[in-house]
């Protein structure tokens, strides 16, 4: 596995990890860390990948970035704790194609 694709797989895991942290309805503590972690994990990864993939990343990033500021305002709302738990599968999968062929 490259460099790049390591790091995509990295990312991807750090995002999976969120969904499964929020189904398993771990502190918002937790949650916090978790995400603010995947962010770092995701502006390591861009600086590895092609432009289709510092665009995913960075746009990743932003979302994770949001997510983290308003998790303790939003974090106890359910609605909003799936949508999020969603978000990251979709994006773990998306970063999984990455890692796959990088």
């Known amino acids: 596995m490259s460099g790049a694709a390591s790091q995509a797989a990295r990312a991807a895991a750090g995002?999976?990890?969120?969904a499964s942290a929020i189904d398993g309805r771990r502190p918002d503590a937790v949650l916090i860390e978790l995400l603010g972690a995947a962010n770092a994990l995701?502006?390591?990864?861009a600086a590895t990948q092609t432009a289709e993939g510092k665009v995913a990343l960075t746009t990743l990033a932003t979302a994770l970035q949001t997510w983290q500021q308003v998790w303790p305002r939003l974090g106890r709302e359910q609605d909003f704790r799936l949508a999020v738990a969603r978000e990251a599968r979709?994006?773990?999968?998306?970063l999984g194609a990455f890692a796959g062929h990088a």
Not at 15 to 18: G, Q, T, V
């Open 42 to 45: 995701c502006e390591r990864a």
């Open 15 to 18: 995002i999976e990890e969120i």
């Open 90 to 94: 979709l994006w773990a999968k998306r």
